[in-house]
């Protein structure tokens, strides 16, 4: 074990300290050779060490360098060296996170971590919260206890009764929601088309003026961070109706929430506080291993009647206990990097990743106006649209990017516009890598554009 896992270390160094240096993307070659991967499962076993091997040689070069400095798509975070390395710590461990009594050290460190968050993004400190996979199943998780809290204030028990005759809960989004929101809904059986769209304005921000009737039985999902522009939703004025009409309001709040780190870009926050619960994501900006993410939730126990469940032979005790706050029994114990991560950074690293990122955006967003490309959204955070002309000119300046290597960067449609998105969320990403990538970037675009 000691050798092997030694040799784990020697190769996952290795290709870490490769990431800067490769392409972002895998040759189609190394894609191909995954095969030797496939292929009837062997009758007999095979020497450990080996198939790390045949896993790194094979694999490896198969992979997408999403760790690496250059990789702007989607939103995606690196892992940081301390949230890896307890990733591997727990590995060794295999901790069920479920129970207090399958994993003290698991618990503890939901409680500590939950504390940290709370405080550091200002939520309510009565709030309890489950650790999820993302923020899908974080909006998953919250908009469930919402259903419940809902419902019961109609006399309805949505647990033991379901839907099926229950009283109608309004759900109210804005015209930008995000897809994994909608995906929530539908699980819930809220449905994905039953909604009320509000309007937004240029950046996806929904028209607070738009709002339709609110009532203490509306679901209205706000959004901090368009996955697009990275715009806020007007939370002040659109919490100060729903409180009104004592509705639920829910966050989704995947990356943007982390924007209250910063001083600087904490009042883009302002309101959102007022909310009932909140989805945040951790594998994006605070750059923990995937899977991981966390349901937050005002009144906890709307969360816990959502989702706890109890058996003769499952031992509860009077703590939290982890599992009363997911939809999961068994599963990893994901505080733990979230713990190392944040132990690792403190308070002035945190604000730092924040920081840097939303300038590298803003730099990005410098350097690819002042070649004469169109920056199409205002970088309020670590998002940025760019047009490189009509959108088959944008679609192959983008393909060209993603096969060149350099860097990575996805394509969307913005409000009638075909755009390149650039998301700087990773905490490995140097003002450097910014400077090659809009380099690169720009030499693909005139090429192309010159033909
Ligand atoms: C605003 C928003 N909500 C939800 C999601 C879905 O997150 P996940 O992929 O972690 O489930 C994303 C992903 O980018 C997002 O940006």
Not at 146 to 168: H, I, M, Q, S
Request: hydrophobic content about 45%; glycine content about 8%; overall charge negative.
């Amino acid at each position: 074990m000691e050798k092997l896992l030694a040799e784990t270390a020697n190769r996952a160094t290795r290709y870490l300290s490769s990431l800067p240096e490769r392409s972002v993307v895998p040759s189609s070659a190394s894609v191909a050779a995954l095969e030797q991967l496939g292929g009837p499962l062997p009758d007999a076993p095979a020497d450990p060490a080996q198939i790390l091997a045949l896993l790194d040689d094979i694999g490896s070069p198969a992979t997408v360098a999403t760790a690496g400095p250059r990789y702007f798509g989607f939103v995606i975070g690196g892992t940081l060296p301390a949230a890896l390395a307890a990733n591997w710590l727990a590995g060794a461990w295999d901790q069920n996170g479920a129970m207090q009594v399958m994993s003290p050290v698991a618990a503890r460190l939901e409680e500590i971590v939950l504390q940290w968050t709370i405080d550091l993004l200002d939520l309510p400190a009565c709030s309890g919260a489950g650790f999820v996979t993302g923020t899908t199943m974080a909006n998953f998780t919250a908009l469930a206890a919402a259903r419940t809290a809902l419902l019961k204030r109609a006399g309805w028990n949505v647990e033991e009764d379901g839907l099926f005759g229950a009283p109608p809960i309004d759900v109210v989004v804005g015209a930008e929601v995000h897809v994994s929101l909608l995906k929530a809904l539908s699980l819930l059986g809220l449905g994905r088309s039953r909604v009320t769209r509000v309007p937004v304005d240029n950046q996806g921000r929904m028209l607070s003026d738009a709002l339709p009737p609110l009532n203490d039985r509306t679901l209205l999902c706000i959004q901090a961070g368009n996955v697009n522009t990275g715009a806020f939703d007007p939370a002040e004025q659109i919490c100060a109706r729903a409180r009104d009409a004592n509705a639920w309001i829910h966050v989704d709040g995947a990356f943007g929430l982390w924007a209250a780190l910063s001083p600087q870009y904490a009042p883009l926050l302002a309101g959102f506080n007022a909310a009932d619960s909140w989805a945040i994501d951790c594998h994006k900006w605070m750059n923990v291993p995937y899977d991981s993410g966390l349901a937050v939730v005002r009144e906890p126990q709307h969360l816990q009647a959502a989702m706890s469940i109890s058996a003769a032979y499952l031992a509860s005790s009077n703590m939290r206990e982890p599992w009363h706050y997911v939809a999961e029994s068994s599963r990893r114990a994901r505080a733990i990097e979230l713990w190392a991560a944040m132990r690792s950074l403190g308070r002035a690293g945190l604000r730092e990743l924040i920081e840097r990122n939303c300038r590298q955006a803003r730099l990005f967003a410098q350097l690819l106006a002042g070649a004469g490309f169109s920056i199409l959204n205002d970088v309020v955070l670590n998002q940025v649209l760019v047009s490189f002309g009509t959108p088959d000119q944008t679609r192959a300046i983008i393909a060209a990017i993603q096969s060149d290597g350099t860097c990575w960067c996805g394509g969307t449609q913005w409000q009638g516009h075909t755009a390149m998105r650039i998301s700087v969320s990773s905490w490995a990403t140097t003002d450097e890598d910014v400077q090659r990538s809009a380099d690169a970037i720009v030499k693909i675009a005139r090429q192309l554009l010159t033909r």
